[in-house]
């Protein structure tokens, strides 16, 4: 099961709650909250702004918050999403929110 499936009654995060409807009409991908996440480093590779989180169960995540106006954050998901319908090996990712911002999460693979 996947993460998101695990927190399918996660109410949306964000403060401007018209982006959350507007995005549910769009979607229907779980937008978890990690503003409770332990934070474990910011990682300083790429261009993005993206910082390392432990979930409750102690996996690590990489928060990574878009660039406006991009769409980087659902992008990353919809291809993740069309992978798994192909049966090609690709991350784990889920749309994501912390501190109101929304952003992608991709589960550490590296160990």
Not at 75 to 104: F, N, T, W, Y
Request: charged residues 25%; negative net charge.
């Amino acid at each position: 099961m996947s993460h998101a499936a695990a927190n399918a009654t996660v109410q949306c995060p964000l403060h401007d709650r018209q982006s959350c409807q507007k995005l549910s009409l769009l979607v229907s991908f779980t937008i978890i909250d990690t503003s409770n996440w332990r934070a474990v480093e910011e990682e300083s590779l790429g261009t993005k702004a993206k910082i390392w989180l432990e979930d409750e169960m102690g996996s690590e995540w990489l928060f990574k918050y878009p660039r406006g106006g991009t769409g980087e954050h659902w992008s990353e998901k919809a291809v993740a999403h069309i992978a798994q319908a192909l049966r090609i090996p690709h991350a784990e990712v889920d749309l994501a929110a912390r501190g109101g911002e929304l952003g992608s999460v991709s589960r550490n693979f590296a160990g």
